[in-house]
Nanobody
Framework: QVQLVESGGGLVQAGGSLRLSCAAS????????MGWFRQAPGKEREFVAA????????YEPDSVKGRFTISRDNAKNTVYLQMNSLKPEDTAVYYC???????????????WGQGTQVTVSS
């Protein structure tokens, strides 16, 4: 079992930055690929980033590439999402997830966090 708790969300002006953190419990954290998703009101959940269990091959889709960066620290059982140059359309609830790298990239996960709200004002 892996439990995930996100933090770091909040209100920020357009062009600003936030760093989200996801703390995981469970001794098997380092065996999972980790990912971030987001869901805006009235929209489907969207994949944002994923990283392999070793921290290699970070992947971000074109919608956030160059602005968002995923990283992890297995010693701290934590995965991060650094978000720069934020836009109002980035406003959403951001969820941390654990699973396989393939599953995460197509929207599936074994474990989900409860989410943290990110609001970007114009």
């Amino acid at each position: 079992q892996v439990q995930l708790v996100e933090s770091g969300g909040g209100l920020v002006q357009a062009g600003g930055s936030l760093r989200l953190s996801c703390a995981a419990s469970g001794r098997t954290f380092s065996s999972y690929a980790m990912g971030w998703f987001r869901q805006a009101p009235g929209k489907e959940r969207e994949f944002v980033a994923a990283i392999t269990w070793s921290g290699g091959n970070p992947y971000e889709p074109d919608s956030v590439k160059g602005r968002f960066t995923i990283s992890r620290d297995n010693a701290k059982n934590t995965v991060y999402l650094q978000m720069n140059s934020l836009k109002p359309e980035d406003t959403a609830v951001y969820y941390c997830a654990a699973g396989s790298i393939f599953g995460l990239r197509i929207g599936g996960a074994d474990y989900w966090g409860q989410g943290t709200q990110v609001t970007v004002s114009s």
